[in-house]
């Protein structure tokens, strides 16, 4: 079901290069940081036999990602390195694939695919602002690099240095981050798995807060994980989020992401509902965590939907139906 809905949405599509090819370094070295630091990625380098093609698999992937998928582009592009991550779960690839005519350059992910992972993604690009580009072919999942400053190297360098009014601002967002993480239970939002956006917009920044990890969506059963507030790692951004906003004003934030959240599942609902269907017949989670996480969400909710659920498809419906039924402002000018 899965294949069939990501192929009618343009995702599963065949690429010719997979992440197991990527396995066959011949080597490697580590990268460090402008300030000396392991960055624990390794810099990968392959057989010359090899590294010929795997360079032109990459750049055709590249021009399936962001282009026609055409030859025309690819005498202009180089890789000009490919890194391995050795921290995490995830083990991604990422790829430096620089236009030599300009010298601009971008990056793509290439990773394991694994259904929590796919969910997860799609459900960014339904229910949050942001845009997902991503593709997958069997066992290989290709992404777009997410730009941004990461959310511990932000918090460290940079959150005690901004202005009362710029925290006030990415205080504003960060409860925002907070409610769409819960609501379309997307868990593990440590500081290292997301990204702090800045817009520069007349006389003040603008902030947005962008997850970059999607391993954990509808599989812990403790909901406070889903709460980006919970996590020790994010405990610099609560606490100046509870010093320069009132309690009425979290409140009232929470209300317009929730809102929007709902608008989102109702504009998409054919989509969503597509998703949701092969959600409920997946098997995500183990039963136990099913069960916990329906306990504590039904403690919160009282929605008995909710306590009906039998697996995470029908918990994450459970819950975006809460949402639009509470959420959802009717507006009596809107012409139905």
């Excluded at 590294?51 to 582009?73: C, F």
């Excluded at 996590?231 to 929007?260: D, F, G, P, T």
């Excluded at 939907?305 to 639009?324: C, H, P, T, W, Y």
Aim: net charge positive; proline share 3%; glycine share 4%.
């Amino acid at each position: 079901l899965l294949s069939n809905y990501l192929t009618a949405q343009g995702r599963n599509i065949k690429i010719p290069i997979f992440y197991d090819d990527l396995l066959r370094f011949q080597g490697a070295v580590e990268v460090f940081d402008a300030n000396g630091k392991d960055t624990l990625w390794i810099s990968c380098y392959y057989a010359e036999y090899e590294r010929d093609e795997i360079d032109l698999s990459l750049k055709q992937v590249y021009s399936i990602l962001h282009s026609d998928g055409s030859d025309s582009i690819i005498p202009y592009l180089n890789i000009d390195s490919i890194d391995f991550c050795t921290f995490g779960n995830t083990k991604p690839f990422r790829i430096k694939v620089r236009n030599i005519l300009n010298d601009n350059y971008i990056f793509l992910y290439i990773k394991k695919a694994d259904a929590s992972r796919i969910y997860g993604l799609e459900l960014e690009d339904i229910l949050s602002p942001n845009h997902i580009n991503f593709l997958v072919h069997r066992d290989t999942l290709i992404e777009e690099h997410i730009s941004g400053i990461p959310g511990d190297t932000y918090i460290s360098e940079y959150l005690n240095t901004i202005s009362e009014q710029d925290k006030r601002a990415l205080a504003k967002e960060f409860v925002k981050f907070n409610e769409r993480c819960f609501v379309r239970l997307l868990a593990d939002m440590r500081s290292y798995n997301y990204v702090i956006v800045i817009t520069y917009d007349f006389d003040r920044k603008q902030y947005r807060i962008r997850a970059v990890d999607f391993d954990q969506q509808s599989y812990e059963g403790n909901p406070k994980v889903y709460k980006p507030q919970f996590l020790k790692e994010n405990n610099a951004l609560v606490n100046m989020s509870l010093k320069v906003l009132a309690k009425e004003s979290i409140e009232q934030y929470e209300k317009e992401e929730r809102s929007l959240l709902a608008k989102r599942a109702k504009s998409e609902h054919k989509r969503l509902n597509h998703l949701i269907k092969c959600m409920k017949k997946d098997i995500i989670s183990s039963p136990e965590k099913v069960k916990q996480l329906k306990k504590g969400l039904f403690n919160l909710t009282g929605d008995v939907r909710i306590k009906r659920s039998k697996n995470m498809g029908e918990l994450l419906n459970a819950v975006l139906q809460f949402v639009i039924r509470n959420y959802q402002n009717e507006n009596p000018y809107i012409i139905k």
